[in-house]
């Protein structure tokens, strides 16, 4: 889904948020306007505040309304009902389930889109942020800054090299989060993952080849794992990972990548044109993770 699809979800999540308190609420005065004294407390109430607005009241007025209200809070205890249940109880108290506030996006609507965007966007173990990285490494450490001001700044492509484990994916994934939090659509896939929809949707035609590749260049931030784990299919995996790669450069859409294999083994996997993409200094930060394999060391 596109960032614009994903908040127009959003705000339907929200306002049934809002519907449902309103909803609550109206049931619940619709139950007491079926019970007779509570309906004559009401209109007794009604007509005495008329009357104290219009001036035609006096204490005598005041007093009556006081000992009506009170009436009703002991008529609502003994029905069991909360004085708050007669008006809505919306989640966000400072927009009442609307999702603006003078006409900007309110902190409920962007946390929905964030979740969504997160929930969409394939992105799994959530715990994986820039704040939780443990990360001793120095080398390390300095290209994990690197990426993350790469993330807010929006402009430069990644390609992270490196041996399994030392942390390719946790990067990757922490992109994502910050990506999302910053309000950018993601779309997190491994490349074998993503060679495979190439395949079924060129053995479709090409609308689905299409449709698929629209969808994989309208995204923010597209995250692929593990380049090199995937088979190389004549005339898809390279026609179409060129394709992809071009139409976001064009589109000016970051694009980043992981992979256990060096720039050498790239170059005699990939034709020319990919690596050219892949390994550009003039759109690409390119950066090679090193140390230990993490998960090895963790058990």
Not at 33 to 40: A, Q, S, V
Not at 153 to 178: H, M
Request: with cysteine.
């Amino acid at each position: 889904m596109t960032k614009q699809q994903l908040l127009q979800l959003a705000k339907r999540i929200v306002d049934g948020r809002r519907f449902a308190a309103e909803e609550a609420a109206d049931k619940t005065m619709y139950r007491l306007r079926h019970i007779d004294k509570w309906r004559n407390l009401e209109h007794e109430l009604r007509s005495a505040e008329v009357d104290l607005a219009m001036g035609n009241g006096d204490e005598h007025t005041q007093g009556k309304i006081a000992a009506l209200q009170e009436e009703m809070s002991a008529l609502l205890k003994a029905l069991g009902v909360q004085p708050t249940d007669l008006v809505p109880q919306y989640s966000c108290k400072l927009c009442n389930d609307t999702g603006y506030i003078d006409g900007k996006m309110c902190r409920c609507l962007r946390a929905e889109l964030r979740r969504l965007i997160i929930d969409g966007g394939n992105v799994i173990c959530k715990e994986f942020t820039f704040e939780n990285s443990t990360e001793k490494d120095k080398h390390n450490a300095a290209v994990y800054r690197q990426v993350e001001q790469i993330v807010r700044n929006g402009v430069q492509n990644v390609l992270l090299t490196g041996k399994v484990g030392t942390g390719k994916t946790y990067l990757l994934t922490a992109s994502a989060q910050l990506a999302a939090q910053l309000e950018k659509s993601v779309l997190f896939v491994t490349a074998y993952s993503l060679n495979a929809d190439l395949l079924a949707a060129h053995l479709e035609g090409v609308e689905a080849i299409s449709t698929l590749l629209n969808s994989l260049v309208d995204v923010d931030l597209l995250l692929i794992d593990d380049l090199g784990t995937e088979k190389i299919y004549n005339n898809v995996t390279g026609n179409y990972l060129f394709t992809l790669l071009n139409e976001r450069s064009v589109a000016h859409k970051q694009t980043f990548f992981s992979t256990n294999l060096t720039l050498q083994q790239l170059n005699e996997r990939y034709d020319e044109r990919v690596v050219s993409r892949l390994i550009d200094k003039n759109t690409t930060f390119v950066a090679q993770l090193t140390g230990k394999d993490k998960r090895t060391a963790a058990r």
